[in-house]
């Protein structure tokens, strides 16, 4: 492709977006010029280049466009959305164009008399029919096939976007083609210049006094003489620090333009010579050389660990010093590396003022969109990974989330619903919160919603928070649209926002308050290049694990607090009165030396919704690493996510937190089928860890293990037992003992295991035989119960199991508190009186 | 009559060869970690220069009995494959030969499959057979996921 297109094609892209926003948030305030002049002048641009370049079908396009604009800034039309609208399309098509240059090289086949009359038609102050254009798909442009200079996101760029336009404009005649900015006379301007009479006048009048913009002929650039101009960039050029605007304040006539109008002005004298004087200087630099740049950083990092690693453990002091000068060097190396990597987050929110400004036309729905924090800056890979997801939720919010303007007046809720796009730093992490002011989740809805599809039964629903019925919305296929819009509601959407993030090691999380609105919030890594790892040891190994999956470490032992127990073969941790599943690291990886190795450390890992505890034998350090993948033939081993080189020097392999989970709830599986010769089926998610017990007769017991808060085993003789009842003194608390069923199930002697269930300031204890495993298993109630305490007959590890209903022991449970006249939680002495 | 140069190497006493343009370097394979979970094949991952480099034990690609106790170090020959590098563990490397296409056979039709698939031909030396392998099918995970 011809140069100069690929030139034009690029500075074209990042106008059109400018132009945009600017449309959008010019149809909110048609009284802002500023906006009006920087859209005009963006369109502008975009058409003189084209006629330079000899794009007739951009440039009849853009110049429709521009002649209606410019009856919007002499004041001779009314602002009204219809023709923004209008603009709008015109901007689509200029866009389809572009891609279509951008593809092949020349200007796609088509015909543009559609729009152009409307657009002609609005400009002679005529009724328009919008349903006469034709509505174009715009292709989606990849955020920053180069890196933007930062600036551009910022209005003051404006300008020197429009800067080209200018150097066109002076060198033109040659090629015969006149240039709006060639055509101005010296005898034009010099009558300009007398218009604008001084420094009260407002800048716009002074425009609307140049020249008549309906023939778009004029830009002030041109106001400036070319001596002028030639001063201008010999200043620059020599390196003097002139402010900006000085050379045209020595000018006498300007001087009023630059006091009224100081943004544009700079711009218009030198281009971006001059405009780089107030802004920082930028060059474009291919993603590739970046990411080349990026990876020799990398090694550079890991060459030098292996350097201090060398020099830590010899005496020879004579390299210490410089090795320090090397190692701070390359640290601030490799942080100005990742910062030239790191894009402003608006560069992803750049498309949503259009959308919502769309979503609001076509939903008859009052919508402001906020953004705070677009200047936060993030890596543009990550940033390429969430712009989708992002679009995707504040397209839901405005769909589901905003009540249309009528029921918002009902409500006695301001009529304009409010979308809020938020992003901050928050350590190692960038935080996005998207937030509408609408109804909130309907929770009921939900609820029916996720029995009809088969996503979780009505007692399991009983026993879920609002809060654990709103996540379900990131369940793969649910969606409690009534009507499919053509926006949302087609059911995919939230899951697959759910695993984009989680693709890059984020998190989201929401917070719903009916008639109140609606948060998401999005954490995500600010780069995927470098993660902090623990290193830690097993089977005499050394592996990593990403910090962010670790949420806090645990150590075992003998000695230690906490211990480590077992029911039948599975592993378990105490942890703040609830029971953690465990994973041993090296028997898991089948490490033969695991085997003679005492557990150290549990590592308590978060993954989505599950939380399991790693076994380790040793935590030994945390590093920052450089994730590589690893080779092909290795794909296949799920629970490593790559490799990495310490600064030893040693490979290590990254554990992939999220694969383990699965390999650990897999074993429990294959443990079942030993036990069992059933086939259980494990294609349902929704599975969940079970404690599987025995008491009294009949079938065997099951409990979902989320519910216990601890098993313990006591002694008979310590239970106290007053007019039938029981109870334990448990934590300077006394705790009633129930029976399963209507029999007892207390022993008469010996060890009594109990399970333990805590509520709001309570807790109680359920007396069974005898506990028997932990299994991992879907519930799925097959026969329902006709007795209180139970929920039902379920298959579980391929027994019948009956379920037992916790809601009916914690009931129990409370009763019994409140039939003892101690105040609860009021200390040992009281318990013992309500013994007494 | 056309040359080629062919680094030539010894697996179990075997005489192998691999086209000397694609190998890379030679070197000790040291510092492996091994990877748990993983086919039986590979040796593990190590460092290479800031490389990482998956190891290959060509002996059990083969189907060959362990190198015996007291065998002196082993050696690599790095090999690319499909943008991974690669090491193919062996016992040593003899010398680079630059042999005429022409003497070169196609493989006989007697061989097991796990070497038919790894092996392009066969040239008679005067000594002994030279066997050419194929890096690509070597190391490609699909044809170890076969083998």
């Known amino acids: 492709m011809d140069d100069l297109i690929a030139e034009f094609l690029t500075e074209t892209a990042e106008s059109l977006e400018v132009v945009d926003a600017e449309l959008v948030r010019f149809e909110a305030n048609p009284s802002e010029r500023k906006t009006l002049d920087n859209i005009f002048r963006l369109v502008h641009t975009v058409k003189g280049t084209c006629g330079f370049l000899g794009l007739s079908r951009l440039e009849a396009v853009a110049h429709a466009g521009e002649t209606l604009l410019g009856r919007f800034r002499d004041g001779k039309l009314e602002v009204n959305a219809d023709a923004v609208t209008l603009v709008l399309h015109s901007i689509d098509r200029i866009k389809v164009i572009l891609a279509g240059l951008e593809g092949a090289g020349i200007e796609p086949e088509g015909d543009d008399n559609d729009l152009i009359a409307q657009l002609e038609a609005m400009a002679e102050g005529q009724a328009v029919d919008l349903t006469a254009v034709q509505a174009v798909e715009v292709p989606v442009r990849p955020i920053g096939s180069e890196i933007e200079p930062a600036e551009l996101n910022l209005p003051t760029t404006a300008p020197a976007t429009a800067a080209p336009n200018l150097k066109t404009g002076d060198v033109d005649p040659a090629t015969g083609r006149t240039l709006r900015l060639g055509e101005v006379s010296e005898a034009d301007l010099e009558a300009a210049f007398a218009a604008a009479s001084g420094p009260e006048d407002e800048p716009k009048h002074l425009k609307a006094g140049d020249l008549d913009p309906a023939t778009g002929r004029v830009l002030r650039p041109g106001e400036v003489s070319e001596a002028e101009l030639e001063a201008a960039f010999a200043a620059a050029e020599a390196g003097i620090e002139i402010p900006a605007p000085a050379p045209v304040a020595e000018a006498p006539k300007p001087a009023p333009v630059a006091k009224a109008a100081p943004e544009p002005l700079p711009a218009s004298m030198g281009g971006e010579d001059l405009a780089s004087l107030n802004n920082t200087q930028s060059i474009r630099v291919s993603v590739d050389v970046l990411e080349g740049l990026m990876t020799l950083v990398s090694e550079m990092v890991l060459t030098r660990n292996q350097l201090l690693q060398i020099s830590r453990t010899r005496e020879d002091s004579a390299f210490a010093t410089p090795l320090q000068r090397l190692s701070t060097l390359t640290g601030e190396l490799q942080d100005s590396v990742m910062k030239t990597r790191m894009q402003p987050i608006g560069a992803a929110w750049k498309k949503l003022p259009r959308l919502v400004r769309d979503l609001s036309h076509e939903l008859h729905k009052k919508i402001d969109l906020v953004m705070d924090g677009e200047g936060t800056e993030l890596d543009r890979q990550v940033l390429e990974l969430i712009r989708d997801p992002l679009t995707h939720m504040v397209r839901n919010s405005a769909d589901h989330g905003l009540e249309t303007t009528e029921e918002r007046i009902a409500l006695g809720k301001p009529a304009i619903g409010t979308i809020k796009l938020a992003a901050f730093h928050e350590g190692g992490y960038i935080v996005i919160r998207i937030s509408d002011n609408g109804k909130g989740l309907n929770t009921g809805k939900i609820r029916e919603k996720l029995v009809e599809k088969g996503l979780a039964n009505r007692t399991e629903l009983e026993t879920m928070s609002d809060q654990q019925v709103h996540r379900y919305i990131f369940a793969p296929g649910f969606s409690t649209a009534a009507k499919v819009t053509n926006l949302s509601g087609r059911g995919v959407g939230m899951d697959v926002v759910r695993t984009n993030i989680e693709q890059i090691g984020g998190q989201i999380d929401l917070n719903s308050v009916p008639g109140q609105g609606t948060t998401f919030t999005i954490k995500i890594p600010l780069t995927l290049a470098i993660v902090s790892a623990l290193i830690v040891g097993a089977g005499g190994q050394k592996f990593a694990v990403p910090q962010t999956a670790v949420m806090e470490l645990v150590r075992t032992g003998v000695t230690a607090e906490h211990k480590i127990e077992r029911i039948n073969e599975s592993l378990v941790l105490r942890l703040r009165e609830k029971l953690l599943p465990l994973v041993q690291l090296g028997p898991t990886l089948q490490l033969e030396a695991a085997k003679n190795e005492d557990p150290s450390f549990v590592m308590v890992i978060q993954v989505g919704e599950r939380r399991y505890g790693l076994v380790v034998n040793d935590v030994l350090d945390t590093e920052e690493i450089v994730v590589k993948p690893l080779a092909t033939v290795l794909r296949d081993v799920d629970v490593f996510s790559g490799a990495t080189i310490l600064g030893d020097g040693s490979v290590v392999l990254i554990l992939d937190p999220n694969a383990m989970s699965e390999r650990a709830g897999n074993m429990l599986e294959e443990k079942q089928a030993e036990e069992s010769e059933s086939t259980v089926d494990t294609t349902n998610d929704n599975r969940c860890a079970m404690l599987l017990f025995k008491a009294g007769s009949g079938a065997p017991k099951a409990v979902e293990l989320e519910h216990i808060t601890r098993l313990e085993h006591i002694e008979v003789s310590q239970i106290e037992r007053m007019d039938g009842r029981a109870a334990l003194q448990y934590r300077g608390k006394l705790m009633p003992i129930l029976n399963v069923g209507d029999y007892s199930t207390i022993k008469d002697e010996g060890i009594q295991p109990l399970l333990v269930f805590t509520g709001e300031g309570y807790a109680m204890g359920l007396a069974v035989d005898e506990i028997v495993d932990v299994v991992e298993d879907r519930l799925q109630i097959e026969l329902s119960a006709d007795r209180p305490g139970v929920r039902g007959t379920a298959v579980v590890a391929g027994r019948a199991c009956e379920i037992v209903d916790v809601d009916y022991y914690h009931l129990r449970g409370l009763a019994e508190h409140q039939r003892h006249p101690a105040p609860l939680g009021a200390g040992q002495s009281s318990s013992e009186r309500a013994v007494a | ?147």
């Not at chain 2, 010894?10 to 694609?22: E, I, K, M, P, S």
């Not at chain 2, 590098?85 to 490397?93: A, E």
């Not at chain 2, 038919?116 to 190391?139: C, D, F, M, R």
């Open chain 2, 1 to 147: 009559m056309s040359l080629r140069d062919y680094v030539t190497l010894r697996v179990g006493g075997q005489l192998f060869g691999v086209d000397a343009a694609r190998v890379h370097d030679v070197f000790h394979p040291r510092g492996v970690t091994p990877v748990p979970l993983s086919r039986g094949e590979i040796a593990g991952v190590l460092n290479l220069r800031g490389r990482i480099v998956t190891a290959v034990c060509a002996r059990r690609r083969l189907g060959l009995p362990p190198r015996p106790e007291g065998s002196p170090e082993p050696l690599a020959v790095g090999l690319e494959v499909h943008g991974d590098s690669y090491g193919l563990v062996i016992d040593s490397v003899d010398e680079v030969l630059k042999l005429d296409d022409e003497k070169f056979h196609a493989p006989p039709g007697n061989l097991p499959p796990r070497w038919a698939e790894i092996i392009v031909g066969v040239y008679q030396l005067e000594k002994e057979l030279l066997i050419v392998l194929e890096p690509q099918t070597l190391l490609d995970a699909a044809h170890l996921k076969a083998a």
